[in-house]
């Protein structure tokens, strides 16, 4: 049995407020725990979104009824909530009660998303430089992101990093003494876009090879529908080959229920808690990464980049020999499905214990609702 610490996933939508029917902060705490994750920092494209005091509020209420693990909760960047008005603070005075700012300058599910680079100065400007700003920005859009951190001196943490050109240009940026850092979700080290245009080579550890996988089949295309997309082999390799460029993982889980997955109008986004462990696990037994490198990425760089406390008498107890094959059934997330179904992987979380209590035993969540704290309180 391997203990590890306690793992932060610095990347969840949680759906509460507004989309319960997806997930809550009871059931994806569950999620959490069974993932081996005792933190969890909350997304704001919620339904409103969290974008000011009494939004941040609501999601902090249900949170304290709900959560089972830890957890903050990030604002998002608007349109005008850079600056106050008469009915409102700015978002820089709620600042520390927050997990940080989300800015969203590409698109994806919810409502937040802002174009024009003068509506990013004043957030650059005024959130506090001690709390981070999260960057949802692809491609370009990150290397004018990265641009903003420079100009403005101060840290931005790129979110869901998945092209060669994204890492090639953080790596360059962080050797110039730029204050960006990045994560990498296991969707994006795991899984190849199954486009006409790249052909998947067969048995290389994706989603092809895997037949019970929802994938492949010219079905449950909505299922893989996720921004940033999955992309190439070659993007894949990349972002392993620059292991040392990545300062964390985060699952972006974002649930959707399997009717809206298999809609017309499928919305983005994979859950992942309950799969980041087993994943990073499976590859550290095939000698793809170290346990080390896990530690460092899903604990020790998280804690540091968003200033997060030491959860005291708080580790996790790991089966690393243990053989199965992941199915949605055994999972605690409401939405009932996984874009690795049937994957046999090796490595499966055993107990969890949370700040001295037994969280998480044998299958179990044993947390009660409302036993998880704010790191920001
Ligand atoms: O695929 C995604 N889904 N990417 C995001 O950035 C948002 C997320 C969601 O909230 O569903
Ligand atoms: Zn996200």
Redesign the pocket.
Known sequence: MLKLPGFIDPHV?VREPGQTHKEDWDTVTQAALAGGVTTILA?P?TKPPIFDEATLNLALTAAKQKARCDYAQFLGAGPDNAVGDGSRRPLHEIADKAAGLKM?LDS???ELRLDDMTLWMPHFINFPKSSPIVL?SESRTMAAGILFAAIYDRPVHI??VSLKEEILLIKAAKEKGIKVTCEVCPHHLFLTSPSPLTPLPQGEGNHAANPTSPFGRGQGEGRL????RLATQEDVDTLWANMDVIDCFAT?H?P?TLEEKDSDNP????PGLETLLPLLLTAVSESRLTIDDIIHKSVINPRKIFHLPEQPETWIEVDEDSKYEIKAANQFTRCGWTPFEGWQVKGRVRRVVLRGEVAFDDGKVLAEKGYGRNVRA
């Open positions: 939508h997304m494209n969203y994806t599910f919810g949802h979110a869901h529908e996720v921004r940033p972006d974002a959707h919305p983005p986004g994979f």
